[in-house]
């Protein structure tokens, strides 16, 4: 069987790519019955075994093999999580409203599509209502002018209510992280309050997008695989060794900044020892995720890691690396992989009534100074009155901070106004004798601390779209065109595809057995009767089936019972004797054993 390559321009890569998912039962856009709604999608049967595939594999990777627990955290929270984490003063895109159509854009997109500027995102809104006047540019729906229209923050945060009446105020989480961080105080206990450990989730996501656009890459719900790995910031270190001659293409914010600046070819071990990533804990995950990525089917020559530019990093991120690929031309983000030091465990051990801290143990008992306070309270009393307890919250701090404050006879404290507010404090001056100051020696066995948070987090969808372009194929075998999946075996949904030749019962029964016992392997297996051999192996390859089984004649009529074999990617067919056919297939999809070696 002849088969000879053809190219395929990527730009019309996806809009193929979209067609056949939609026919094949990959992906559609969801409430097709009632116009559809934008930004939310349906995965048909092939799309969620691909997905379900993909989950498990970035399971077995993050949180099997690197020994982390695994939640599953409800998708609506009470409000109080979102003040804490910051989301609902930070978590913002920038919209631009057109004055003829009404209809409202990202203003930051509009400007990466029509101007050079490639990370818009970074920028402050004075300076995306600039380059919007510069460049004259349009409603990307109806063409009407945006210059002059301002740009204003749009949170992304889908508000509903919990409970009946005055309900109680929540929203669908814009990550799964936030399910992680409000369970700390029961999940370290499951950890034996031991450093390090991670938490991971695989769940769903909700953000209110201003355009969702480009089918399943940018939509308003969808699944993300998150980790959160907490860190004793002084004494933890990551298994660099382990990770250090993995090959990784960077795109550091230094040469992003730079006139003519270029991705760099390098390893982990020399991208740490040249401080091109600063952080070890997220360099050794990069060096996992890249292989990982590799091993699902994402095309490592359109793959990097791009670092977050200052302007464009989370409101709770240190440092940032973007896991991206190229579609089309363009980088779409797939993971980040986060610093967030101890913003989120601080936030809500400062909102909530539970403590989000991991007691240190020393390896010795250690002596130290502590400076505390007993204040006279029958003088506080009646000198402060109902204020007498924030007297001493004051004197407790100020002894903690300054001890040098307590040394002259009086000792200055500042207390709010009755009309509270920074310009209303007023000072007192309390009798240091009066305040009970004291430095007091201690024995300790510990201390709290407040760990910090290393996260790789992956938007799956976005997996699942690269894999499928990265993935499709045209060809032409034996004077036809064909079109198929080039999938990796861990992934595809359909693993097998057994045909009977012809419509006959000694055929269809040899058929079923075959599926049967490919079945019992934990093999996914499809039975196909309908249409000639030809069409059969043109279905299963546009799905991304790797391997086609057909029973014949020669298998009822040999004196060994022997199935033909087909290779997607090849097309290359071996006859391979029935009772060893699940076993082999079953190597073959595990790795250890090559088609061609057959």
Same mark, same amino acid.
Request: hydrophobic residues 30%.
């Given at each position: ?5 053809? =190219? ?52 077995? &990777? *993050? ?50 599509? !029509? ?38 923050? *749009? ?48 769940? #769903? =996501?909700?953000? !209110? ?20 790995? *907490? ?43 040249d401080g091109i990533v600063g952080d070890e804990w997220v360099a050794y995950f990069l060096g996992i995720a890249k292989p990982w990525y590799e091993s699902i089917g994402v095309d490592m020559d359109r793959f990097r890691f791009r670092q977050h530019l200052s302007g464009e990093r989370s409101h709770y991120a240190a440092d940032c690396w973007d896991a991206e690929s190229e579609i089309d031309g363009n980088w779409i983000e797939l993971?980040?992989?986060? !610093? ?11 909102? $909530? ?49 300054? #001890? ?13 106004g009755e009309g509270g507010g920074e310009n209303e404090a007023e000072t007192h001056e309390i009798p240091v004798e009066k305040a009970g100051f004291s430095v007091d020696e201690e024995t300790i066995a510990g201390e709290h601390i407040t760990p910090h948070v290393i996260e790789p987090s992956f938007g799956v969808d976005r997996v699942i779209y690269t894999v499928l372009h990265h993935a499709y194929r045209e060809d032409e075998v ?40 490919? #079945?019992?392997?934990?093999? $996914? ?6 249409? !000639? ?32 074999? #087909? ?7 071996? &006859? ?12 073959? &999809? ?9």
């Open positions: 069987m002849s088969k000879q390559e053809k =190219a395929d321009p990527d730009e019309q890569t996806s809009e193929k790519l979209v067609e056949l998912a939609k026919r094949r039962g990959y992906f559609f856009q969801s409430s097709g019955a009632y116009g559809g709604v934008g930004g939310f999608y349906t995965f048909g049967p092939q799309g969620a075994s691909l997905k379900g595939n993909v989950e498990d594999a970035w399971r077995d &990777r *993050f949180a099997v093999a690197e020994g982390n627990m695994e939640i599953d955290a409800p998708t609506i929270m009470p409000e109080p999580v979102f003040e804490a984490s910051g989301h609902l003063e930070t978590f913002d895109d920038m919209l631009v409203e057109c004055p003829e159509c009404g209809e409202s854009h990202r203003a930051d997109h509009v400007v990466e599509d !029509n101007t050079e500027y490639e990370d818009a995102e970074s920028l402050p809104i004075p300076e995306v209502e600039e380059v919007i006047a510069e460049y004259e540019l349009v409603c990307p729906s109806c063409g009407t002018g945006l210059a002059g229209q301002a740009v204003e923050t *749009f949170n992304l945060m889908f508000a509903t209510n919990i409970g009946p009446g005055d309900s109680d105020p929540g929203y669908l989480r814009p990550e799964t992280a936030q399910g992680i961080f409000v369970e700390f105080p029961r999940l370290k206990e499951y950890a034996r309050n031991q450093l390090p450990f991670g938490v991971t989730q695989i769940g #769903r =996501a909700y953000r !209110n997008e201003i355009s969702p656009r480009r089918s399943i890459i940018r939509t308003r719900e969808f699944t993300q695989a998150e980790l959160e790995y *907490f860190v004793d910031p002084e004494e933890d270190e990551p298994d660099l060794e382990s990770v250090e001659d993995v090959e990784v293409t960077l795109y550091p914010a230094s040469e992003q900044h730079s006139e003519g600046g270029d991705e760099l070819e390098t390893t982990i071990g020399e991208a740490v020892e993971a980040g992989f986060a !610093n967030r030091t101890d913003y989120d465990l601080s936030k809500h051990d400062e909102y $909530s009534d539970d403590r989000f801290t991991i007691f240190k143990q020393y390896d010795e008992p250690k002596t130290v100074e502590r400076a505390t306070v007993d204040p006279d309270m029958s003088y506080l009393g009646p000198e402060f009155g109902g204020a007498a307890q924030d007297v001493v919250d004051a004197l407790e701090t100020l002894a903690e901070r300054d #001890r040098s404050a307590f040394e002259s006879d009086v000792v200055e404290i500042e207390l709010e034996d004077g036809e065109e064909r079109t198929y999946l080039a999938l990796e075996p861990e992934v595809a949904p359909t693993f097998v595809g057994v045909f009977p030749l012809q419509s006959d019962d000694d055929l269809e029964s040899v058929a079923d057995e075959i599926v049967s016992d490919l #079945r019992k392997l934990g093999l $996914s297996a499809t039975y196909d009767d309908s249409g !000639n051999i030809g069409r059969r192996y043109r279905r299963q390859d546009e799905v991304g089936t790797p391997f086609c089984v057909t029973v014949d004649y020669e298998t009822i009529e040999n004196e060994e019972t022997t199935v033909t074999v #087909r290779e997607r990617d090849t097309t290359d067919q071996k &006859r391979l004797p029935v009772e060893d056919l699940a076993e082999t297939l079953a190597e073959i &999809r595990d790795g250890d054993l090559e088609f061609a070696d057959l």
